[in-house]
């Protein structure tokens, strides 16, 4: 069973750091691109990163570029989102996806999303002082 679980997620104040990670279980996520979406209360999910397993690429959404960072860790099957900077309107749920079909070679994907294969259940990051 392909399975993705993020953890790492909690409460940061303002201009603060957090890293939150993503690991599978039941398949090898270097076989995967993977995308970090965010959901915020009362608003639609947005993707706002992704890292191709074909190139290796990274991508970013404007309102993130310069503070997110993702990367992976093959050994650990995990794909990592390093958070710096954080500003208020970052809270929401953050969870991952991975397909096998690359949709992170240009940018990051916008709505309509593809289908991707499979999903995590979220974390909650929360910043507020």
């Known amino acids: 069973q392909l399975q993705l679980a993020e953890s790492g997620g909690g409460l940061v104040q303002p201009g603060g750091s957090l890293r939150i990670s993503c690991s599978a279980s039941?398949?090898?996520?270097?076989?995967?691109?993977i995308g970090w979406f965010r959901q915020a209360p009362g608003k639609e999910r947005e993707a706002i990163s992704c890292i191709s397993h074909s190139t290796g690429m990274t991508n970013y959404v404007d309102s993130v570029k310069g503070r997110f960072t993702v990367s992976r860790d093959n050994a650990k099957n995990t794909v990592y989102l390093q958070m710096n900077s954080l500003k208020p309107e970052d809270t929401a749920v953050y969870s991952c996806?991975?397909?096998?079909?690359?949709?992170?070679?240009?940018?990051?994907?916008?709505?309509?999303?593809?289908?991707?294969?499979?999903w995590g259940r979220g974390t909650q990051v929360t910043v507020s002082s």
């Open positions: 039941g398949f090898t996520l270097d076989d995967y691109t």
């Open positions: 996806a991975a397909d096998a079909v690359d949709f992170c070679i240009i940018a990051v994907p916008r709505p309509p999303y593809p289908t991707l294969d499979v």
